[in-house]
């Protein structure tokens, strides 16, 4: 079988980190780069391949089996309508749009034209998240009664120096990193049915918020605290503690999530889980284990997946309905954080 060939739309920091997972795989290769950079020219040059200006560019020279959007936000949608309408299978990166209109007409035309869309949650690949899931739907924890949670860690002043869109409307970590985080917590806890937030711009005066405090309330009643910050000298981080990504230094042994139920507590990604022998009581020891659970790269799993989809082996774990969802709530908390108000997303 001749391997696919695929498209990154995109050669910043994620791009280029899918075209060394492309290069990493024997089922598929670099079709181009797309990026009208400079920068994105000397790296095709090096690799070997084409670079395109743009999708139009590609699309009018060739027709790979899939793209991979990786351009910045405000870009996704309109990247993702090029692909549809050349009928090429995408995995568009989050968030899928910066708004839910935007992201449910992309949605409604992939749905339209029959072509796969895919959205770069990549952590559902994440087989630290899966075995969470299962531990909390299993009914080990009893009824989840309260949630704790944490991004908490520093962004040095050339993260923004090299992508100035980071500074701007569109590109806080709200949206760059908290969607992560809620599509997390979908996945683990269930649905979010409304949000309160705080938000702080103090520390780098930015137009966009660097600390933020969250509250959630779920659809199955428990009720949840999140603190975010991309300015905080901190390791509670899913980068830091899951060790999934060797390019951040890795915190073993901390955990970024508290999943607390009826009869037990879960630490993830320690996988740490606390359950009462006999009376539930804070008189009373915990007996404490450790969950098994295996270790990959899940933006190496989503990879692989993407391939699979494109073969027509598999549908798409993460779709664009899917994403919607977890563009609601993320966007519900910048609103939330806006106006101080109790945001539903309902």
């Known amino acids: 079988m001749s391997p696919l060939r695929i498209a990154v739309a995109g050669a910043g920091a994620i791009g280029r980190r899918h075209i060394e997972l492309i290069a990493g ?53 309109h990247n993702g309508l090029d692909c549809i309408r050349d009928r090429v299978p995408a995995l568009i990166e989050k968030p899928i749009a910066d708004t839910v209109a935007d992201a449910l007409g992309l949605v409604e035309a992939a749905e339209r034209a029959g072509v796969p869309l895919l959205v770069g949650h990549h952590r559902r690949h994440s087989p630290l998240i899966a075995r969470a899931r299962e531990v909390v739907a299993g009914g080990a924890l009893g009824r989840l009664v309260a949630v704790m949670g944490s ?13 100035p869109w980071r500074s701007e409307p569109g590109g806080g970590p709200i949206l760059i990193n908290m969607i992560h985080e809620v599509d997390d917590l979908r996945t683990l806890c269930g649905e979010i049915i409304s949000v309160q937030a705080r938000a702080s711009t103090a520390t780098r005066g930015f137009a966009v918020e660097d600390t933020v405090a969250i509250t959630l309330t779920f659809a199955g009643g428990a009720l949840g605290t999140f603190i975010l910050s991309d300015t905080a000298a901190a390791a509670q981080s899913w980068e830091q503690t899951s060790g999934e990504n060797a390019s951040y230094a890795h915190a073993d042994g901390t955990d970024c ?48 997946h993407f391939c699979a989809v494109l073969r027509g082996e598999a549908a798409p774990r993460v779709t664009g309905r899917d994403a919607v969802e977890t563009l609601k709530v993320t966007l519900a908390i910048a609103e939330a954080a806006r106006t101080g108000q109790v945001i539903s997303t309902r």
């Not at 200006?53 to 405000?74: H, K, M």
């Not at 991004?151 to 992508?163: C, G, I, M, V, W």
């Not at 320690?270 to 539930?280: L, Q």
Request: aromatic share 8%; proline share 7%; net charge neutral.
């Open 257 to 304: 999530y508290l999943l607390a139920g009826t009869h037990g507590s879960l630490g993830v990604p320690t996988m740490r889980m606390r359950r009462y022998a006999g009376e539930r009581s804070w008189w009373q020891p915990f007996v404490d284990e450790t969950v098994a659970v295996e270790r990959a790269d899940p933006l190496a799993r989503q990879l692989g």
């Open 151 to 163: 991004a908490l860690f520093h962004k040095p002043d050339r993260y923004f120096d090299e992508a």
């Open 25 to 77: 795989r024997d089922d598929c290769a670099l079709a181009a780069i797309v990026d009208p950079a400079p920068a994105a020219a000397q790296l095709a040059q090096a690799l070997g391949v084409t670079r395109y200006a743009s999708l139009d560019a590609l699309f009018a020279a060739q027709r790979p089996d899939g793209v991979i959007v990786a351009t910045p936000n405000r870009m996704h949608v």
